[in-house]
């Protein structure tokens, strides 16, 4: 006979985020202690690490925090990935986001790479992940970072689901003067996902495909020869408006733009970061 409950295999699941027959087994292995319980899934965890490479993680949070410095403010984004909602919203896990956003707030790492090499406690965050891995039985991904330094940086973290945490972050830096705007124009980040701040951010090769596609597209729809030139710009401005921020129509008001918005504060965008999980 079980010498634990089903509270026991439901308070187990919580604390590891382990499966109820990886949990059910380690009980009956342990013999109802639950210390042992969790040793067994670790060391269980730790050996089933290769076999998850492979595995899809798209689920997951963003972490964020903006902290201040001598210059002004420093805002941080990470993205931590797991397989499964459920997993996503553990508390283990929740804990373990944190070590990491902190570990790259302090180290001022501002890659997966290299925030992987960073130490907590003396424990190298790649390291601190297998744990996370062993422990929970799944696939966990750091997958990237994300930092803006500015005057002022704005923080806007949406929950796509309100029983999970932040599914997108958004950071935007601006100077003293629009900060008073930071707040509306990280909302509408969210909301519009600019690849680009402004139309100098867009790399030429970008640019050059863009019109290389449009020019095509005027060939082909038989524009007299004289005006593909017009067609062609009028067609690339229409690809700054959909992905450039300034450019962009502003969520709450649609007859501006968010540059214009920004300009009427008599301040200037220092530029943005916004993560997706899974984008």
Same mark, same amino acid.
């Given at each position: 006979?079980?010498?634990?409950?089903?509270?026991?295999?439901?308070?187990?699941?919580?604390?590891?985020?382990?499966?109820?027959?990886?949990?059910?087994?380690?009980?009956?292995? &342990?013999?109802?202690?639950?210390?042992?319980?969790?040793?067994?899934?670790?060391?269980?965890?730790?050996?089933?690490?290769? %076999?998850?490479?492979?595995?899809?993680?798209?689920?997951?949070?963003?972490?964020? *925090? +903006?902290?201040?410095?001598?210059? $002004?403010?420093?805002?941080?984004?990470?993205?931590?990935?797991?397989?499964?909602?459920?997993?996503?919203?553990?508390?283990? !896990?929740?804990?373990?986001?944190?070590? +990491?956003?902190?570990?790259?707030?302090?180290?001022?790492?501002?890659?997966?790479?290299?925030?992987?090499?960073?130490?907590?406690?003396? /424990?190298?965050?790649?390291?601190? /992940?297998? $744990?996370?891995?062993?422990?929970?039985?799944?696939?966990?991904?750091?997958?990237?970072?994300?930092?803006?330094?500015?005057?002022? +940086?704005?923080?806007?973290?949406?929950? /796509?689901?309100?029983?999970?945490?932040?599914?997108?972050?958004?950071?935007?830096?601006?100077?003293?003067?629009?900060?008073?705007?930071?707040?509306? +124009?990280?909302?509408?980040? &969210? &909301?519009?996902?600019?690849?680009?701040?402004?139309?100098?951010?867009?790399?030429?090769?970008?640019?050059?495909?863009?019109?290389?596609?449009?020019?095509?597209?005027?060939?082909?729809?038989? %524009?007299?020869?004289?005006?593909?030139?017009?067609?062609?710009?009028? *067609?690339?401005?229409?690809?700054?408006?959909?992905?450039?921020?300034?450019?962009?129509?502003? &969520?709450?008001?649609?007859?501006?733009?968010?540059?214009?918005?920004?300009?009427?504060?008599?301040?200037?965008?220092?530029?943005?970061?916004? !993560?997706?999980?899974?984008?």
């Amino acid at each position: 006979m079980a010498n634990y409950t089903t509270a026991d295999i439901k308070a187990l699941r919580e604390q590891t985020g382990a499966g109820m027959l990886d949990v059910k087994k380690a009980l009956d292995e &342990a013999g109802g202690d639950t210390e042992k319980a969790i040793e067994i899934i670790r060391v269980k965890g730790l050996k089933g690490i290769a %076999k998850r490479e492979g595995r899809s993680a798209s689920a997951g949070l963003i972490a964020a *925090r +903006v902290v201040d410095t001598d210059k $002004g403010q420093v805002g941080v984004l990470v993205e931590i990935n797991a397989e499964t909602d459920f997993v996503a919203k553990n508390q283990k !896990f929740l804990d373990f986001a944190e070590q +990491v956003l902190t570990a790259a707030i302090d180290s001022g790492a501002q890659e997966a790479e290299a925030l992987a090499e960073v130490e907590v406690d003396g /424990t190298a965050v790649k390291d601190l /992940t297998d $744990g996370m891995q062993a422990v929970i039985g799944e696939k966990i991904v750091v997958r990237r970072v994300g930092r803006i330094e500015a005057p002022r +940086v704005e923080l806007y973290l949406h929950r /796509t689901n309100p029983d999970l945490p932040a599914q997108v972050g958004v950071l935007v830096g601006t100077d003293e003067a629009a900060a008073e705007a930071a707040h509306d +124009v990280a909302m509408h980040i &969210a &909301a519009y996902s600019p690849a680009y701040a402004t139309r100098e951010d867009v790399p030429a090769e970008v640019v050059d495909k863009e019109r290389a596609i449009a020019e095509e597209t005027t060939r082909a729809e038989g %524009k007299p020869e004289k005006a593909i030139p017009k067609i062609v710009e009028g *067609r690339l401005g229409g690809f700054f408006k959909e992905t450039v921020l300034v450019e962009q129509a502003f &969520a709450k008001d649609p007859k501006t733009t968010v540059g214009k918005v920004v300009e009427a504060t008599g301040g200037k965008l220092i530029g943005f970061v916004r !993560f997706r999980v899974g984008a």
